[in-house]
């Protein structure tokens, strides 16, 4: 029976990029009610750019960005083992603040922990230490005075650093129904928030998480940073943040401790994406201004010119399983891959699993393996191919006479009911396919699809008798003849 399942199951094997002891998503995407994998969405170029030009700035402005950037190849394990010395030590500490007298709190003072870079770092975690939940109502009155006068000088801040310093969760959400109250005036230039090692658990992170899916705040936030803090964050606000990220047109590096696997690659999916829009956009400007420089093709770039042009004769398999080298490609370089294997005659299995394949990837590889003999199992499970690439890979396979295992499963988006009931006319031609792995929910496309994965088999099982037989035939009449010689000699 063909491998068919009725229902798309949740992509296996989704890969987690770990740093400390917390998932490290980073990277690039647009969205809003806007999807990252929505090819229609339109997101001016000139703000691309303009993203692009103001992380360039911070990046240069702010060495914790190139940290976090490389924190991605580091080893798991590392920064969780010291948040609890670090707060530990902070909790023993003396303090002299009070809540009755909030004078100190006033323009002179934010202004004196701003530089000249417009970053606020404020690093004391005495402050939050003596409004804990036994004195509640002061802390609340610190807070709402904290967050009045960072509004006032809103406009002037572009990073705000409050890592360490004990942090509630009140305070995102008082900052943030601060910002959404007056959203053209609340950090309009704002590109980092450094909440790192403090006590946020949740609901802050939620908060922040709805400021950062409103399109009309936070136009220029790049940056959060919310690793280590003291207890680990509720699930709902690792979703959140995830969610909201994947509608940020924003967002180039978030990071923070992710336990769901899901929620963590739709995070760094979007962030993968986001990042690519930012050199795109850099290449579009250079473009229009006559600066663009022809770059170096990359190493997956060449990997697959080398295919196309069947100079890679020793590649008998091409395995691509969540490779991030192939998901910052170019998307006209992605296509491309699935058109190099148009004429190649070496490569005999295809697994590109996890790397965001597209409908506009499928038309090409549909039409690459209709023109193929060589290649005889194909895997693309795990990938992003909704109807309209399903269909153009089943055309592609209907006039394809070498390929006896396919499999695309666990695709992100099942397909419309119309697009499964074409299959098996797209299909029915087929006569090599001996193994098919395709989700389809309606029962009786279904049992067509089997039918026809049968129908092959039984063929091939013919043939192989004959061959058999015909092999047996000539070994028989060998025999013979050796015997017959042997009697002559004699």
Known sequence: MAELQESAPVPKGAEDVSVGASTYTQATCV??????QDDSVEVPSDYLYDLFVRFEKLRSQNAIINKHLNKINEEPGQDEKDISSKLSGIIGSKNSYTASNRDWLNKEWIEKHVDGNGCFKFRDPLLFKTFTKTNEKARDKIIRTFVKQLRKHANGITQLDLSGILLPDKFLEDLVEAITRRPAESFPNLQLINVESNLLKGPGIEALAKVIANKSTLKYLQVILLENQKDSISSAAERAMADSVKQSQSIVICSMSIRCQFASKDMNDALLYNNDQLRLARRAHQSENGTLKERKRTEMELYFDSIAVNEAED???????????FKTLEEGEKVKTGSAFANNTTVKTVKMELIGLNDDWAVAFGESIAQNETITKVNIDSNNITGRGMLALFEGLGDNNSIEEFQVRHQKKPMASTDEEELYDLLASNTSIIKLGV?????????KLERIVADNREQLRKRRNAQKKKEGGKDKKKSLLKGLSKRVRI
């Not at 969205?31 to 990252?36: A, C, K, M, R």
């Open 315 to 325: 590649v008998v398999e091409v395995s691509i399983v969540g490779d991030t080298k």
């Open 439 to 447: 989700d389809v929910r309606n029962q009786l496309v279904k049992t």
């Open 31 to 36: 969205g809003g009610e806007l999807n990252p």
